[in-house]
């Protein structure tokens, strides 16, 4: 994968946009329209997109946009291969796969992203739509996907869109606006019971990291326009103080600053980083002078999401990944307030 999706699936990550004006986006459009009914026109950040009819075909590009089809019972023609947090190297997620399963359904053709959409491989599915609510894609690529199928693009800033929003954009460009209106529903209620069973997380300020083990001179964070704290803060979390000033300058998902600022970091009451899970990144950075100033850090209070795992991929929550892994994300988080020893 790209830089673009930083470092263990920093791909996964940033719309600043927030529900209600996902919401209102939607109303002024046609996307709350009965179920089944088309045309419907889809406003997001390269302007608009008409779909006509209902689509038959169902492409998709970037991470989890073919999540919101399978959770509807469609199975798309085409979607992105798994490239990282894959279990077993076959390119589809776990939670993907049982998906598949329940649908009785073959693996859809899988496009190999890694340098890039390839483009015609997703014109050999001959989409009706294609589906990138939740993607980074450019200009450019949104032009030359467009001359393939409507595509449904992300709403406003680049790899931010909630999978709230991800589920009601790509839902209502299937005609399935209700539907997907009760997908989000569900998904919060089981998001919410997760959280009440690990209620010293409520009020736990996270800062959602990545440590280079070979360069310790820098710290590097995800941004509340992120999708992982982004998460977090919308079940009311508060953010830490650093991550608060850097996401008001910026509309990017991941900022990285001198390991000479860790006071600055104080308030952070889980440090959640990827890593392997042999404790060598924590005796590192226990060791390191200015990162073990970090309270979190100096006393333990450290999630390692250990790297490529598909716990570490399902940080970013999606249609089908919450209801595999969020308790045992949340358990992990809640663990870490306490550390053993």
């Known amino acids: 994968m790209k830089f673009r999706r930083v470092l263990g699936m920093v791909a996964v990550a940033t719309v600043a946009v927030s529900l209600s004006a996902c919401a209102a986006s939607a109303a002024d459009t046609d996307t709350d329209r009965a179920d089944g009914a088309f045309p419907v026109t889809i406003e997001h950040a390269f302007g608009e997109t008409t779909i006509k009819a209902k689509p038959q075909r169902v492409a998709t590009v970037a991470w989890a946009n073919h999540?919101?089809?399978?959770?509807?019972?469609?199975?798309?023609?085409?979607?992105?291969?798994?490239?990282?947090?894959?279990?077993?190297?076959?390119?589809?997620l776990p939670w993907v796969e049982d998906r598949l399963a329940e649908l009785g359904a073959e693996t859809p053709v899988l496009f190999d992203e890694t340098d890039g959409i390839d483009f015609e491989a997703v014109a050999d599915t001959q989409p009706d739509v294609i589906l990138a609510a939740y993607s980074g894609i450019t200009?450019?690529?949104?032009?030359?996907?467009?001359?393939?199928?409507?595509?449904?693009?992300?709403?406003?800033?680049?790899?931010?869109?909630?999978?709230?929003?991800?589920?009601?954009?790509?839902?209502?460009?299937?005609?399935?606006?209700?539907?997907?209106?009760?997908?989000?529903?569900?998904?919060?209620?089981?998001?919410?019971?997760?959280l009440a069973a690990q209620p010293a997380l409520a009020d736990a300020t996270v800062l959602f990291a990545y440590i280079d083990p070979n360069d310790l001179s820098q710290i590097g964070f995800y941004t509340s326009h992120d999708t992982r704290p982004g998460f977090l803060e919308s079940l009311g979390m508060p953010a830490p103080a650093m991550v608060e000033q850097e996401s008001a300058g910026t509309d990017g998902f991941y900022v990285t600053v001198s390991a000479e600022q860790a006071d600055q970091f104080a308030d952070?009451?889980?440090?959640?980083?990827?890593?392997?899970?042999?404790?060598?990144?924590?005796?590192?950075?226990?060791?390191?002078?200015?990162?073990?100033?970090?309270?979190?850090?100096?006393?333990?209070?450290?999630?390692?999401?250990?790297?490529?795992?598909p716990l570490a991929a399902s940080a970013n929550p999606s249609p089908l990944s919450i209801g595999w892994g969020i308790d045992e994300y949340f358990a992990l988080l809640a663990g870490a307030l306490t550390p053993a020893g």
Do not use: C, H
């Not at 929003?165 to 539907?179: K, P």
């Not at 002078?289 to 250990?306: H, W």
């Open 67 to 92: 999540e919101v089809p399978l959770a509807l019972g469609i199975v798309p023609v085409g979607m992105s291969k798994a490239t990282w947090g894959d279990d077993d190297g076959d390119g589809v």
């Open 139 to 194: 200009q450019e690529e949104y032009d030359t996907l467009s001359k393939i199928a409507p595509v449904v693009a992300y709403p406003e800033i680049a790899w931010g869109t909630s999978y709230e929003d991800m589920i009601r954009l790509n839902s209502a460009a299937l005609g399935l606006a209700g539907q997907g209106d009760a997908l989000i529903a569900d998904l919060q209620a089981q998001v919410n019971a997760a």
């Open 268 to 309: 952070v009451d889980v440090f959640v980083t990827y890593g392997e899970a042999d404790g060598a990144l924590i005796a590192a950075m226990q060791a390191d002078p200015l990162l073990s100033q970090i309270p979190a850090i100096a006393e333990g209070r450290i999630a390692i999401l250990e790297n490529s795992t």
